[in-house]
């Protein structure tokens, strides 16, 4: 069972937990860490959403997911980015916050930068399936007109575009 604090709308603690796959309240929310991942050549980490999930076989440029109990947004990113790719790393730039109120989530966006060998991505079962490195020039294109980039992750590309 993952357990999560629950958070109020300017991003404090509840001091309530909410558990994964029951109804969120309304006026609650959980927090989700997203991460970029960028090589030191300048070229972006995109994975490949195994078929079991959401979007499956659609590329994402964020590795990232729920902010477990007792942590902090920039421990669940190291975590996160550590479990679906990975990439070591104990520094996390921060990107942006926002709110999504349909989904009661607060996805707060990281930047990681990273020199590992570019072949020794590893991929965390059951997530993503497929990795590729795009290069700076492309990254925007290949999310906003790839038919296997993911547009709708509109913060995504703003950050990005503001880190390009």
Known sequence: MEIWDGR??????ARVDLIRDEVIPDGLYH???EII??????DFLAMRRSSNKTYGGLYEITAGGSVLKGETYEEAAIREVFEET??????VQ?????????????????LVETDMNKEQVTLQKNETD??????TNDVIDFLTTSPHGQSFHQRTLNALKNIL
């Open 130 to 135: 497929h990795y590729l490195w795009i290069k």
């Open 86 to 91: 990975g990439v070591i790393t104990n520094k």
């Open 94 to 110: 921060p990107l942006y916050t926002v709110l999504h109120e349909d989904y009661h989530t607060i996805f707060h966006g990281f």
């Open 8 to 13: 109020l709308k300017d991003d404090t603690l």
């Open 37 to 42: 991942v960028r090589h030191i050549d300048g």
């Open 31 to 33: 927090g989700v860490s």
